[in-house]
């Protein structure tokens, strides 16, 4: 399990330094956009490739930071419903969720997303606006960014195993009330107890 979590800390170090990396292609975006609307209104002219830009720009942020917000666990969940539950509940709803939904989207998205983007850069496609930019590199962006999310997605089914050991603490917890967070560190406690006596 050691190696497994170092792995997962791998993981979780490369996904944090690219997320913050290209977070900060947002604001290239807007001073591109910025820029177009300027050169737009003062000069009357544009570009299709800056406006196809700014999309490629977008794409690039929201699926190369996937994996970042998932390991912030920063993604939709129904906190209403899922504040009401056990922690040990909701342990097993993220793991399960985690092997039974996001590693097979995953993996469906790559493998028809592999001969999506082959066939648009066996074709060199262009853009069917006049001045607009090749199409091929932007549809590599899917199975790039669903390769790093199933990735993460490995990170954090080791680390939910990791906690369901007891080997460390669970991220859920933050969410807890005091009182809450103290009875399940008394849990955590009696349970380390009764194992080291075995």
Known sequence: MRSLLSLSRAIDAFNTFLGRWVSWLIVVAVIISAGNAVIRKVFDSSSNSYLELQWVLFSVVFLFCSPWTLLNHEHIKIDIVNQALPLRVRGWIDMIGHLLFLV???????????????????????????????????????????????????????????????????????????????????????????????
Do not use: Y
């Not at 592999?114 to 066996?122: E, K, M, R, T």
């Open 104 to 198: 097979p989207f995953c993996v469906i998205l790559i493998w028809t997303s592999v001969p999506f983007f082959l066939v648009s850069f066996a074709q060199n496609e262009q853009s069917f606006s006049a001045g607009g930019l090749p199409q091929w590199p932007a549809k590599s962006l899917i199975m790039i960014g669903m390769a790093l999310l199933l990735v993460q997605a490995v990170s954090e089914i080791i680390k939910r195993a990791a906690v369901m050991k007891g080997l460390l603490p669970d991220p859920n917890v933050s969410a807890l009330s005091a009182h809450e967070q103290i009875a399940v560190e008394a849990e955590r406690i009696v349970k380390n107890i009764s194992t080291d006596n075995k």
